[in-house]
């Protein structure tokens, strides 16, 4: 099955400690996205890359971290210079093209105490 | 900067019922993208529906239809015969035409709807 794929759906860490969220699509699809849910609120956006070894910053981008080395993946990196790092987040990704819409994943929930 | 406003924070429908969510935007692109999506208490992001800018005519899905005014910047999201199963959070979004936007989506704050059997 195609698809896209976040793990783990619970991560728990300490304050302080870098993180990295997995995302991984076997759509061959060209751009990918990284979302961040806070509860009341939208999903904003992190970081897009719309191609290999290229990305650029979305609004929120500040204590994030980002690398897209294969076309498949596109790993989240929350710093510790992440003020609020306690969210969802989401990993999408959708061929390039007006037309087509973003395919979501099921989403990582990150607590940092 | 394009902006999304969702103005109901929640909304309550009877079953069987039809209900209506509210969605305003803000551009001064002429080519855009709008969606409405779903997310279930799963939080798993659903298309519900799109729209594209240059058509005229409201987009359908089923029981979903959408209320396009492009001049009042209005997208509403007629949800007919409401079913337990449409009770999730329901966002509106943009996306706009140009390339050098990376087809990143604009969102609303959302709108909880509950479905009263």
């Known amino acids: 099955d195609g698809g896209i794929t976040q793990s783990p759906k619970y991560l728990f860490r300490k304050e302080g400690q870098n993180v990295t969220l997995s995302c991984e699509q076997n759509?061959?699809?060209?751009?990918m996205y990284w979302y961040r849910q806070d509860p009341g609120q939208g999903l904003r956006l992190i970081y897009y890359?719309?191609?290999?070894?290229?990305?650029q910053k979305g609004d929120i981008a500040e204590g994030y971290s980002v690398s897209r080395e294969k076309k498949e993946s596109f790993p989240l990196t929350v710093t510790s210079a992440q003020k609020n790092p306690t969210a969802f987040y989401l990993c999408a990704s959708r061929i390039t093209g007006a037309t087509y819409e973003q395919y979501f994943g099921p989403g990582t929930r990150l607590t940092v105490t | 900067a394009q902006t999304v406003t969702q103005s109901q924070p929640e909304m309550s429908v009877q079953e069987a019922e039809t209900v209506t969510l509210s969605c305003t935007y803000d551009?001064?692109?002429?080519?855009?993208?709008l969606f409405w999506y779903k997310q279930p208490p799963s939080r798993q992001m659903i298309l519900v529906i799109r729209q594209e800018a240059y058509k005229q005519q409201n987009a359908t899905e089923n029981r979903f239809s959408v209320n396009f005014q492009k001049a009042a910047k209005s997208f509403s999201l007629k949800i007919s015969d409401s079913q337990l199963g449409d009770a999730a959070m329901y966002f509106c979004?943009?996306?706009?035409?140009?390339?050098?936007?990376?087809?990143?989506?604009?969102f609303g704050q959302g709108t909880e709807l509950s479905v009263k059997p």
């Open positions: 551009t001064s692109e002429s080519d855009y993208y």
């Open positions: 759509l061959n699809h060209d751009a």
């Open positions: 979004a943009y996306r706009s035409g140009l390339y050098n936007q990376g087809g990143k989506l604009i």
């Open positions: 890359s719309q191609i290999v070894n290229d990305f």
